[in-house]
């Protein structure tokens, strides 16, 4: 160890040369994004990127203001440029259940189409099923089914009349229905008249009438039958007539989205549910109650569909910034409307979190938010270990009253997360959150500082082009960006190191750039960085 000895006046600090520099303004270098002094965060980082094992995700360890969310930005968009747009996902109604919507993912910016396709369909069919229901040909098909059971019910009552008559009794209307009543002397008989006939003549009547209330029982029967036969036939034709409308309306959407299983499967789930609620279709609007035409309203709902990530604009993989991250914000949430002092929810209510957003791709974490929000932390961790993304209603939802509670169908995924924190946060995770070392393998550490040398120097000068390039700023002369260079070596407190908190020197990059120009200066000198 050598003895300590007072400093002289130029050993104070590590004096850089302009004349180190090759350049006379930065405005002659490239502006693009470097990163500077983080090696081994940046190899950290591109493993973590590249391996595709489950748990390989990132936690990204150092001092605020180091670099960490730039250098991660820029290696996640390089890494996502060279990825594939990933699928988008919507929700649609669950006509066997309506609690449980379901979940369908389409190709890359195909959900925002399909969604106006299904909106059209629900036009063309409040249009189109009106029209065919009020048609010549409908009403004279209709009347051909109502005739033919006229006639048929005729026949079968002619029938029993012709019986009726041969046993010397009349078929006569009552309000109960046909009955049939004693003929004497060609005279149909009332209870009056039947009470002054002699008690023989009487008893050779109800005799009689005994043998034909087993014929009539078998005819009316026979009638009821022929009555329901009629009104299942009208329903019949009703519904194959919506049906040919539904298939034709359907048509299009079938051509475009049909070889997609799920898609095939939904249509052919819409169509059959047209068919069910036929008559809601087929009123005129203008004609119905406000109560049905509120009803009809909430019916034609079961056709929306709810896009819930679209990347019809998207290159490449996605890379979400989650600065917020609440149970919501990540997992999604579930929206709801009062209606009559009731909370009401369906599918077009369930909205996307970043976790739906970044699915596909890169989502990133500021860990102080989420070490603040233990469901959210639990909401991330579970849908790491199982893959998929569940909406549920939790937390403040639950404390609300609400009478209808929905179960999305889960979502699979396939995302990389990074956190971004500092060394305390990361070694108090990892000692006492069993899952987080399972979660997160990869730790980027970086670093306060890095060695000075020429080419760091000059990294510090790109740094500067690149922040004068990108906000507008005045060109560094060589001069000034020595005082940079000298003031990255204050920062790190070590002459012989550079520091990487590049948010203070970009501040200071901001400020003279500033000052010269209020001095009218063109380009920035070593007085105005001071």
């Known amino acids: ?101 379901r979940a369908i993912c389409l190709p890359p910016g195909t959900a925002v189409p399909f969604a106006r396709e299904m909106q059209e369909l629900v036009t063309d069919l409040l ?215 009731t909370l009401l929810t369906d599918f077009t209510m369930i909205r996307a979190g970043a976790l739906h957003r970044a699915n596909g791709g890169y989502l990133v974490i500021e860990v102080d938010g989420l070490a603040a929000n233990g469901a959210a932390w639990e909401g991330l961790k579970r849908a790491l270990k199982n893959r998929v993304i569940r909406t549920e209603e939790i937390g403040e939802q639950r404390q609300v009253a609400s009478t209808v509670t929905l179960e999305p169908e889960p979502i699979a995924l396939d995302v990389k997360v990074i956190l971004i924190g500092d060394a305390y946060t990361y070694y108090m995770l990892h000692d006492h959150e069993p899952d987080f070392a399972k979660l997160f393998k990869v730790q980027a550490d970086f670093g306060a500082d890095f060695p000075r040398t020429a080419d760091t120097c000059f990294c510090y000068a790109q740094f500067i082009a690149a922040r004068c390039r990108q906000e507008g700023l005045l060109p560094f002369d060589r001069e000034a960006v020595a005082r940079v260079v000298e003031f990255g070596s204050r920062l790190a407190g070590h002459q012989r190191r550079l520091s990487t908190h590049f948010g203070e020197i970009a501040d200071l990059i901001r400020e003279a750039s500033f000052w010269a120009r209020r001095a009218g200066n063109k380009q920035v000198t070593a007085g105005d960085v001071g």
């Not at 099923?129 to 002619?158: C, H, N, T, W």
Request: proline letters at 3%; glycine letters at 8%.
């Open 127 to 341: 249009r189109e099923l009106p029209r065919v229901f009020e048609s010549e040909d409908y009403e004279k098909q209709r009347e051909a089914i109502v005739r033919q059971a006229q006639e048929m019910r005729g026949q079968a009552l002619a029938e029993l009349e012709q019986k009726v008559n041969g046993q010397g009794f009349a078929l006569v209307q009552a309000d109960e229905g046909v009955g049939f009543a004693p003929v004497v002397n060609g005279q149909v008989l009332n209870a009056e008249g039947y009470g002054q006939l002699d008690r023989r003549t009487q008893q050779e009547i109800e005799a009689r009438q005994v043998q034909l209330q087993s014929e009539m029982a078998n005819a009316m029967r026979q009638v009821r039958d022929l009555e329901r036969g009629a009104k299942r036939r009208l329903t019949e034709f009703d519904r194959s007539v919506a049906n040919q409308v539904a298939g034709r309306a359907l048509e299009d959407v079938r051509a475009v989205y049909g070889h997609l299983p799920e898609i095939s499967d939904y249509l052919a789930e819409v169509q059959a549910d047209v068919v069910d609620n036929v008559a809601a279709f087929a009123a005129q609007e203008e004609e119905a109650s406000e109560e049905a035409k509120t009803a009809r309203k909430e019916m034609l709902r079961r056709y929306a569909v709810n896009v819930l990530v679209d990347h019809g604009q998207q290159q490449g993989a996605p890379v979400i910034l989650e600065t917020n991250p609440t149970y919501g914000n990540l997992v999604g949430r579930i929206e709801h409307r009062a209606e009559m002092g």
């Open 1 to 101: 160890m050598t003895s300590a000895h007072e400093l002289k006046e130029n050993e104070l600090w590590n004096r850089c040369d302009p004349a180190g520099f090759d350049f006379e303004t930065t405005a002659s270098l490239p502006g693009d994004v470097t990163i500077i002094g983080q090696e081994r965060a940046v190899e950290s980082i591109a493993f973590g990127i590249e391996m595709d094992a489950a748990g390989f995700n990132i936690y990204a360890l150092g001092a605020s203001g180091t670099g960490r969310a730039t250098t991660i930005r820029t290696l996640l968009e390089r890494a996502a440029a060279q990825r594939a747009v990933p699928t988008d996902w919507v929700y649609v109604n669950n006509f066997l259940d309506t609690n449980r919507p």
